[in-house]
């Protein structure tokens, strides 16, 4: 597609249940990355896909956060058991290292809108 | 101390006014750095990056960056009402995952 897309933009959830985020990257993009904006916060780093692999996962904030992407697309961010703290905007990143031939990692990063979850 | 400190403001400047946003940190690793720019509700989009240090110049936008002070900045002249979103720098080492660590980010006003 012509951005990344994120859904759903809005979740409304209960304490203790368990939620789905999904990111579709733009095509062609082989790194994928997610983030938490808390409220008044700057984004934190959560994982980082390139291709189906994740070899880095060091921001997970607990075991109840986990992702999963299929081949070079989409990417699926579960939260289980959901708590208050969890409330925050999952943002969506993806990116290409190279363009043509030139590197350019950090430059290519494209954020999704995000999906601002509510924990109640 | 938080790897990347930033001002959140809020600033609120008159249209026409040369904006100064800024960042230190304190990892010397950090090689790239970027200024991202957010609007309500939508994703932070890249409006500069610079590799090491120096100064680099967009327009109205000039980013510089001082590695012997781990100090960033961005200025923004003659501000427009457009301007008016929330300003991020971001910082990220060599290789690796590439992930970013990023600052509180500021909110910026210009008023017409």
């Known amino acids: 597609g012509a951005g990344v897309s994120q859904s759903p933009s809005n979740k409304v959830t209960e304490k203790g249940k368990d939620v789905e985020l999904r990111c579709d990257p733009i095509?062609?993009?082989?790194?994928l990355y997610w983030y938490r904006q808390r409220l008044g916060q700057g984004l934190e780093f959560l994982i980082y896909?390139?291709?189906?692999?994740?070899?880095?996962k060091s921001g997970l904030p607990s075991d109840r956060f986990s992702a999963e992407r299929t081949g070079e697309s989409v990417s699926t961010l579960t939260i289980q058991r959901t708590q208050q703290e969890d409330s925050a905007v999952y943002l969506c990143?993806?990116?290409?290292?190279?363009?043509?031939?030139?590197?350019?990692?950090?430059?290519?990063?494209?954020f999704g809108s995000g999906t601002r979850l509510t924990v109640v | 101390q938080k790897e990347v400190e930033q001002d959140p403001g809020p600033l609120s400047v008159p249209e026409g006014a040369i904006v100064s946003l800024n960042c230190t940190y304190s990892?010397?690793?950090?090689?790239?750095f970027m200024w991202y720019r957010q609007y309500s509700r939508k994703g932070p989009e890249l409006l500069m990056y610079?590799?090491?240090?120096g100064n680099k110049e967009d327009g109205r936008f000039t980013a510089q960056v001082d590695k012997s002070s781990k100090y960033i900045s961005l200025f923004i002249r003659d501000s427009q009402p457009s301007d008016s979103a929330t300003y991020l720098c971001?910082?990220?080492?060599?290789?690796?995952?590439?992930?970013?660590?990023f600052g509180k980010g500021t909110k910026l006003t210009v008023n017409p």
């Open positions: 095509s062609g993009h082989t790194a």
């Open positions: 990892n010397s690793a950090f090689q790239y």
């Open positions: 971001a910082m990220s080492v060599w290789g690796g995952s590439e992930k970013l660590v």
């Open positions: 990143a993806s990116s290409s290292p190279y363009d043509r031939g030139h590197r350019v990692g950090l430059y290519g990063y494209t």
């Open positions: 610079t590799y090491s240090s």
């Open positions: 896909f390139q291709g189906n692999s994740a070899p880095d």
